[in-house]
């Protein structure tokens, strides 16, 4: 009789992800994550920082480009190019929900900076108008781009004999 498991279980190595890769695998707390920190990032410097300067201004707005991009390749990177289809416009809608429940929050504590004023309830309808169009379309694009990126690394290391495999081992540490 053929044995399909060997005798001792301990013959096997187990494999536990860390922490943050399992972070990372969650579609929902990814998108959540990157709406709030987008949103109170924002808030925060526009609220209090001398929003005069391009400088200052510059840097906010490439801190929170770096972040939202950021945290949609940490995600996108656990999974393979065709399952991409789905998980770009979920996650870009599940931030945009995320940052405009954000948005409310920061509007009833007057705190949701709004061109060079406060917000109100009535802008509300138009910032969410605005964050989805954007950023739907913009990680769309930015998905797009990536996956070119990656599909043409692979076809590059596959064209030069190399294989790339990617062994759960090499994330723990040698604690030898």
């Not at 959540?32 to 990032?41: E, Q, S």
């Not at 931030?95 to 509007?107: G, Q």
Request: aromatic share 10%; hydrophobic share 50%; with cysteine.
């Amino acid at each position: 009789m053929v044995r399909f498991a060997p005798p001792a279980t301990g013959v096997w190595d187990a494999y536990e992800a860390s922490a943050v890769r399992k972070f990372s695998r969650s579609l929902v707390a990814m998108a959540m994550l990157t709406g709030v920190a987008w949103r109170l990032c924002r808030a925060l410097f526009l609220g209090t920082g001398p929003t005069d300067s391009p400088l200052f201004f510059g840097s906010v707005i490439a801190l929170g480009v770096l972040v939202f991009f950021g945290m949609a390749t940490l995600h996108l990177g656990n999974f393979p190019l065709k399952r991409w289809l789905w998980r770009v416009p979920v996650f870009a809608l599940v931030e945009c929900l995320t940052e405009v429940s954000m948005s409310a929050l920061l509007i009833s504590l007057a705190r949701e900076p709004y061109g060079s004023t406060l917000a109100t309830w009535s802008d509300l309808g138009s910032i969410a108008a605005k964050v989805v169009s954007w950023h739907v379309v913009a990680l769309t694009i930015y998905a797009g781009i990536l996956a070119i990126v990656v599909q043409g690394i692979r076809r590059s290391v596959r064209a030069a004999g190399d294989t790339v495999i990617d062994d759960p081992k090499d994330d723990k540490k040698d604690d030898r």
